[in-house]
């Protein structure tokens, strides 16, 4: 027997989001048809308005709903450091840690070759920009992800970097290699802070 056409859509429109498997997905939509049409009409603007009204940061690269970003904004922030990160979602795990209280830079990836990413697919233009444009930034603070890409894209920015005479470091490896940011706790990622070494 075959679902009918719009939860068959609805199940398929779940499957589409990472982690999420068949089951998952058939058990979601059925949550869905039981929801009343009050609670689906604000998750179905709730959706609508996340696609409508972000978008990315003109500086860091950061998701936001006014440009600049509020960090980007913010003065009373440490101007001089600029802590860079794979994905936006980054960068609201380490501000929830505070501990680090200067300024962002959203790369939106990391290098890899074996999907076709390479320099040009991310943000660096804007951030070499960036840094040539404002002489108050003195260090970068690399935190990619302890992968072999994360390691890889750190690596090629700490080479294009360097050359300008701005200190360049990189997370402590308080994080267990092949583990991402985002699922990291507060007290491993203040010690990879604070522990950070140059490269």
């Not at 491993?188 to 950070?196: I, K, N």
Request: proline share 5%; charged share 30%; aromatic share 6%.
């Amino acid at each position: 027997m075959q679902y009918p056409e719009p939860i068959a859509k609805l199940i398929d429109s779940f499957m589409r989001l990472p982690g999420i498997g068949h089951k998952t997905a058939i058990r979601l939509a059925y949550f869905v048809v039981d929801m009343n049409k009050d609670d689906v009409a604000k998750f179905s603007s709730a959706l609508k308005e996340t696609k409508d009204k972000l978008m990315y940061c003109s500086i860091c690269g950061n998701l936001t709903d006014e440009d600049p970003c509020v960090i980007c904004r913010d003065k009373t922030r440490d101007q001089s450091t600029v802590l860079v990160v794979e994905q936006p979602r980054d960068i609201m795990v380490m501000e929830k840690m505070k501990d680090y209280h200067g300024l962002y830079h959203v790369l939106n990836g990391v290098l890899s070759p074996i999907e076709g990413k390479g320099p040009e697919d991310l943000n660096i233009k804007s951030l070499i920009k960036r840094l040539q444009s404002d002489e108050t930034i003195k260090e970068i603070i690399i935190a990619t992800n302890a992968t072999p890409e994360g390691e890889a894209t750190a690596m090629y920015l700490s080479r294009l970097v360097k050359p300008a005479g701005i200190k360049v470091t990189r997370l402590a490896h308080g994080l267990s290699v092949g583990s991402d940011i985002e699922y990291a706790d507060e007290m491993t990622l203040s010690r990879a802070v604070s522990g950070r070494t140059e490269m």
